[in-house]
């Protein structure tokens, strides 16, 4: 009698092998990412559906900060999408969490802002979508490494 490959071990086998391919390529995606957002060619990396769908993402939370409400959930409402759908489709495009890829887009906003030097911190905060500006400054300090009073400066030297 034939002796029959251990099905357990086979599959173990497969299931190591794609989760090191799958490291890889999230490796890849978030580097990619990461160098697009650093450049001023924002959506050079991406295929062009992705590209489109970061954009209305992007217009939305615009949008959204004007009302002070950005969330995961009012941004899949007005992209007709559920909310894990969305959260999945971020994260396969960007390597980001949705929530982490709002937070970019309201940084990357405030620190447009704070270089213009025209508004005070609480303006940016409040233009941003936040309600308290120590909640703004704590959470652009933690995101950028700097206090927004020190980011604003660094820029009009």
Same mark, same amino acid.
């Given at each position: 009698?034939?002796?029959?490959?251990?099905?357990?071990?086979?599959?173990?086998?497969?299931?190591?092998?794609?989760?090191?391919?799958?490291?890889?390529?999230?490796?890849?995606?978030?580097?990619?990412?990461?160098?697009?957002?650093?450049?001023?060619?924002?959506?050079?990396?991406? $295929? =062009?559906?992705?590209?489109?769908?970061?954009?209305?993402?992007?217009?939305?939370?615009?949008?959204?900060?004007?009302?002070?409400?950005?969330?995961?959930?009012?941004?899949?409402?007005?992209?007709?999408?559920?909310?894990?759908?969305?959260?999945?489709?971020? %994260?396969?495009?960007?390597?980001?969490?949705?929530? =982490?890829?709002?937070?970019?887009? *309201?940084?990357?906003?405030?620190?447009?802002?704070?270089?213009?030097?025209?508004?005070?911190?609480?303006?940016?905060?409040?233009?941003?979508?936040?309600?308290?500006?120590?909640?703004?400054?704590?959470?652009? $300090? *933690?995101?950028?490494? %700097?206090?927004?009073?020190?980011?604003?400066?660094?820029? $009009?030297?």
């Amino acid at each position: 009698m034939q002796k029959r490959p251990n099905l357990l071990k086979i599959s173990i086998y497969f299931i190591k092998k794609n989760k090191k391919t799958r490291k890889k390529s999230c490796f890849y995606q978030k580097n990619t990412i990461f160098a697009t957002i650093i450049t001023p060619n924002f959506y050079i990396t991406m $295929k =062009k559906e992705d590209r489109e769908f970061l954009k209305r993402v992007e217009k939305l939370v615009y949008e959204q900060m004007k009302q002070k409400h950005v969330n995961c959930d009012t941004v899949c409402e007005s992209l007709g999408m559920t909310n894990q759908s969305l959260r999945r489709k971020i %994260l396969a495009i960007t390597g980001q969490t949705g929530g =982490k890829y709002l937070l970019t887009i *309201r940084m990357k906003y405030a620190k447009e802002l704070l270089a213009k030097g025209r508004y005070a911190i609480g303006q940016v905060a409040m233009k941003c979508g936040y309600d308290d500006a120590n909640n703004f400054s704590r959470t652009f $300090k *933690r995101e950028v490494g %700097l206090k927004p009073s020190e980011y604003a400066e660094s820029r $009009k030297k």
